[in-house]
T-cell receptor
Framework: KNEVEQSPQNLTAQEGEFITINCSYS?????LHWLQQHPGGGIVSLFM???GKKKHGRLIATINIQEKHSSLHITASHPRDSAVYIC???????????FGTGTKLQVIP | NAGVTQTPKFQVLKTGQSMTLQCAQD?????MSWYRQDPGMGLRLIHY???????DQGEVPNGYNVSRSTTEDFPLRLLSAAPSQTSVYFC?????????????FGNGTRLTVT
């Protein structure tokens, strides 16, 4: 079993829909990262969180440390949100960062 | 600031050839790391460094060497390329320890070994 599991693997949404991507992990962590990767492009950091909730524009990230679960929400989705969203965790006490396999999101106009 | 710069963007090698993937950052970041990304798998850590002169192995270090002679540069060397090393390689950096600062990624190097 992977240390970091994301769901769903693929997601297609209509423009304007509310989107949720989930991330579950099995190890003790010191931080969780949400990253975005556009087709053919690089990877950018969206959020880094260790507790609670963070918001940036239409994106919201939450984490529940007790349940070892995080969610990334996109409100009023837009075709430019189409990308792969990756969850990554830093294992407590180590420098290692473990990545999920990503969720491929396509938003249709 | 240029951020994290990786070169080349694309590379084709024959089995047995060697090459160096370059990574440079201009943010004075202490932490630098190399990952490979393969279809259906998450990014996997190859090697990392927490400062000049300090390197350590990640999950998949075999066939790769690194060195960190300066804060800015962290090259990845393939000693004798194999088809299994066909992948997309990303370099990333962060300030201080990873758990209190975001990761900054380069644009990747797509490597094909024939």
């Amino acid at each position: 079993k992977n240390e970091v599991e994301q769901s769903p693997q693929n997601l297609t949404a209509q423009e304007g829909e509310f989107i949720t991507i989930n991330c579950s992990y099995s190890v003790g962590i010191s931080a969780l990262h949400w990253l975005q990767q556009h087709p053919g492009g690089g990877i950018v950091s969206l959020f880094m969180l260790s507790s609670g909730k963070k918001k940036h524009g239409r994106l919201i990230a939450t984490i529940n440390i007790q349940e070892k679960h995080s969610s990334l929400h996109i409100t009023a989705s837009h075709p430019r949100d189409s990308a792969v969203y990756i969850c990554a965790v830093r294992t407590r006490g180590y420098q290692k960062v473990t990545f999920g396999t990503g969720t491929k999101l396509q938003v249709i106009p | 600031n240029a951020g994290v710069t990786q070169t080349p963007k694309f590379q084709v090698l024959k089995t047995g050839q060697s090459m160096t993937l370059q990574c440079a950052q201009d943010m004075n970041h202490e932490y630098m790391s190399w990952y490979r990304q393969d279809p259906g798998m998450g990014l996997r850590l190859i090697h990392y460094s927490v400062g000049a002169g300090i390197t350590d192995q990640g999950e998949v270090p075999n066939g790769y060497n690194v060195s960190r002679s300066t804060t800015e540069d962290f090259p990845l060397r393939l000693l004798s390329a194999a088809p299994s090393q066909t992948s997309v390689y990303f370099c990333a950096s962060s300030q201080g320890t990873v758990d209190n600062s975001p990761l900054h990624f380069g644009n990747g190097t797509r490597l094909t070994v024939t």
